[in-house]
Each structure stands twice: as C-alpha cells, then as structure tokens.
C-alpha cells in the first residue's frame, strides 16, 4: 500500500479504479520420472496474477501516461502461483510437447488458479482496510474445437476457431 494511503481518509467519497493482470504463466519446468516407476512426468507452472487499485481523483485514465498512472497506484496485490501436475507419460518416456504445454497453461492452468486468486484478492484487499473486492468467477469462452485423430491417441489440435 502507498505510504501516503489511508483508507479510512483518503476513500471517502472517492470512486476507486482497478487494473488487473490475468494470470499468466511466466515459466513451465518438466521433471521426468516424477515417481518411483519413472512413468509419470511432473510439471511446475509459475503463474503470475496482479491487480491494482488506483485513485483517480476523477482524472480520466485514457488521458493519463503510465508514469501518472504510477503515482496514482494506492495498494497492489501481486502473486506468484507455481502449480504442479503429474502427467503419465507413455512407454518411451519423452517430455511432453512444448506447443500443447504452451496451450495447457493458457487455458487450463488459469482455470484452475483463478479461485485462489480470487481468495488472496478479497482477502488482502479487507487486511488493507479497502472495500472488498470480489473478482468474477472465471467462465470459460468457447475459443477452440478439438480434433482428435482417429489413427493415433496422440493427435490433438484446434480446428477451427469460434467467436
């Protein structure tokens, strides 16, 4: 929080404005041999998800620069998440596919971190003594179809994309 904040004073009758980061996954590690078979493969992601709340002071954001912007910042949340999967790897026990572990954090890993962001959010925003903030539940938006190929298991990708 901005050392020259204070919620009980500098709040009242003031709109307050947010900005947020969705998470997002800053570094994925692949482990092999997870457990002691060998047959599964670990995945950390490091996921990143910040939100800031800004006193406009009834200024107009889109007129303001990222540096006026700055000074505006009166409290941030930032949070690193590094979120682990075990996956079963097949007989020749290579690494899973750098496209689809791409595309696995883009969609699913968010989704999956999101309520817990959402609890840090509410959580520390009430410890600042701002008003409670509740973000949105996370709803999934049909972005992709999935082709599977019927000759391999192994065969996935978009095919077409919806709006």
Not at 39 to 68: C, W, Y
Not at 123 to 152: D, E, N, Y
Request: proline share 6%; glycine share 6%.
């Amino acid at each position: 929080m901005s050392d020259n904040f204070d919620p009980d004073v500098s709040l009242e009758g003031e709109e307050l404005s947010l900005q947020t980061v969705f998470p997002t996954c800053k570094s994925i590690r692949q482990y092999e041999g997870a457990d002691d078979e060998g047959g599964r493969h670990r995945i950390v992601f490091e996921m990143f998800a910040g939100l800031r709340v800004l006193d406009l002071k009834g200024m107009n954001p889109q007129e303001l620069t990222a540096e006026s912007l700055a000074e505006l910042v009166c409290a941030r949340v930032e949070c690193h998440f590094f979120v682990k999967y075990d996956f079963q790897v097949d007989a020749d026990n290579r690494p899973l596919d750098e496209e689809c572990l791409a595309l696995f954090a883009q969609h699913n890993v968010p989704f999956n971190v999101w309520p817990y962001w959402r609890e840090i959010v509410q959580s520390a925003c009430g410890r600042m003594g701002l008003p409670r903030i509740v973000l949105p539940p996370h709803r999934l938006q049909k972005s992709a179809t999935v082709a599977v190929s019927k000759g391999s298991s192994n065969s996935i990708g978009p095919a077409s994309q919806h709006g």
